[in-house]
């Protein structure tokens, strides 16, 4: 084997088993969600396969001969491939949480083949290359540096290209048939004989399956789908990695589906009432409130904060998004430094990755960055999602508590006192919070949330920390619904 030919081997080889890990988390998000234990799991697994399939590469090459596995290996590593996401699509929906051992146990079906497959070809290549013991470490460490270099360019062009470019599936499909067309011309000139016909129709057969999905959009962050309502033909429901996120009726605005949707209305109501509003939304998932504000506040001055592009151009074809409507295509947390200081009277925290808030958006230095964005009667709110201990909840609020001079938590009573679970709405204010009157919309349109405030309030916070950038493990936080 030339040298060339043995270095591209090693540097393509590591550079699928990265490309592989970066599609992973997205296969997985319509089942598991998009967090950082994902993360966690996805990067331990693929590192157990490198571990494994080096090791049994070295081993396997010292046995036999090495120039006759190169060919299987890699057709196996195409075949593991094209077959992950099958697997996801089959274990993914028995799963019935999202906790570590859910989260290692799916991977490990679903990736850890082809990870530890491709892995054994570098130490392969190796022993082919080594002619004597006096040359092992260079030509050792050689390799181990195209590895990783190969690595380094399969991370940076997925994450950076394709995932930007194409849908999963078929840049797995791409992946997965150049490896094992590139393994059939090894087995074929290496080996003892000729592969049958039978293992391209297995390739092929699996490639058509894996066309499918179970994303209606893949958005550069999101498996998406949107349902019609059942029950209101005009209404759409939004799903994102398996959660119901928004909801919008294309006929009435006005009409707010979801219960947290109707608190934040309630809010609004009293904020500056019966005046055009300045508001900023921090995540636009369906745009509900883009509609809303318009409805309800003409005039109204709105800016939506949205980091996933395709989601705009979902809601401007599909969810009624006005094509006039103001749209800052970036990470949140960046795109707030375009607001100016004091402009806003309402600003809305409604961004979401699964059932948590992205860690990053619920830290005291980015509340006061929000906080310095408000007017002197701005009101801040923020919707989020917690069950059993509620530790996320607590901490999320006495966060807010420390930046803002009046707090106020809205949901029902029993999730107050840690006896169920759902969406909390936060409201942070410099100005005096009308309790009396919120109170009296909630009551107005029969809901069972109650504002807490001042003791209530800081009952329930129970003296959680508040969150800091350098510690807030927003993931780990939030318990599950069970």
């Known amino acids: 084997m ?29 089942y598991l969600g998009v967090s950082l234990e994902v993360f966690t799991g996805v990067i331990g697994v693929i590192l157990a396969g490198i571990a494994v399939g080096a090791w049994a590469g070295g081993a396997a090459a010292d046995r036999g001969d090495p120039s006759r596995l190169v060919g299987p290996l890699l057709v196996a590593g195409g075949l593991t491939a094209l077959a992950s996401p099958l697997i996801v699509d089959v274990v993914g929906p028995a799963s019935t949480s999202a906790g570590p051992l859910a989260i290692v146990v799916i991977t490990t079906l679903g990736f850890f083949a082809p990870a530890a497959v491709l892995s054994a070809v570098p130490p392969v290549v190796v022993k082919l290359r080594l002619a004597s013991l006096d040359e092992t470490g260079s030509v050792v460490g050689s390799y181990s540096a195209i590895g990783t270099a190969g690595a380094i360019f399969g991370t940076f062009t997925t994450g950076f290209v394709l995932i930007a470019a194409f849908p999963t599936r078929p840049i797995i499909i791409a992946v997965g048939a150049a490896l094992i067309v590139a393994g059939l011309g090894f087995w074929s000139h290496h080996g003892r004989g000729r592969l049958r016909a039978g293992g391209g129709s297995v390739a092929l057969a699996a490639a058509l399956v ?47 589906e979801f219960r947290y949707a109707q608190v934040m209305g309630d809010v609004i109501e009293h904020t500056a009432p019966g005046e055009p509003l300045r508001a900023v939304s921090i995540g636009g998932g369906g745009f509900t409130f883009s509609a809303y504000l318009d409805a309800v506040r003409p005039g109204t001055e709105h800016v939506v904060l949205e980091i996933d592009r395709l989601l705009v151009d979902i809601g401007h074809s599909r969810l009624g998004l006005d094509p006039e409507a103001t749209v800052i295509v970036d990470d949140a947390r960046r795109s707030l430094q375009n607001v100016p200081l004091e402009w806003a009277d309402l600003i809305m925290g409604d961004a979401f990755s699964g059932l948590s808030v992205p860690w990053h958006l619920t830290t005291l230095e980015f509340v006061t960055e929000v906080a310095r964005r408000l007017g002197p009667e701005g009101i801040y709110l923020l919707n989020l999602i917690d069950y059993g201990d509620l530790r996320f909840a607590r901490a999320a609020t006495a966060t807010i508590d420390a930046v803002f001079d009046h707090t106020a938590v809205l949901a029902p009573p029993h999730y107050l006192g840690g006896e169920g679970g759902g969406n909390f709405v936060l409201v942070g204010s410099h100005a005096r919070i009308d309790v009396k009157g919120i109170g009296a919309s909630v009551a107005g349109r029969g809901g069972s949330e109650v504002v807490a405030v001042h003791d209530e309030l800081h009952r329930f916070i129970d003296g959680a920390a508040y969150l800091r950038d350098d510690f807030a493990p927003v993931d780990q936080m939030i318990s599950r619904p069970r």
């Open 210 to 256: 894996l066309l499918g999905g179970p994303c209606e959009y893949e958005t550069t962050y999101h498996c998406a789908d949107i349902e019609i309502d059942p029950d209101r033909s005009s209404g759409r429901i939004l799903w994102l990695d398996g959660v119901r996120n928004s909801y919008v009726d294309l006929v009435d605005p006005t009409h707010l």
């Open 2 to 30: 030339s040298q060339l030919t043995a270095r591209l081997l090693v540097f393509s080889t590591s550079a699928a088993v990265l490309v592989l890990e970066i599609l992973a988390q997205r296969l997985l998000a319509p």
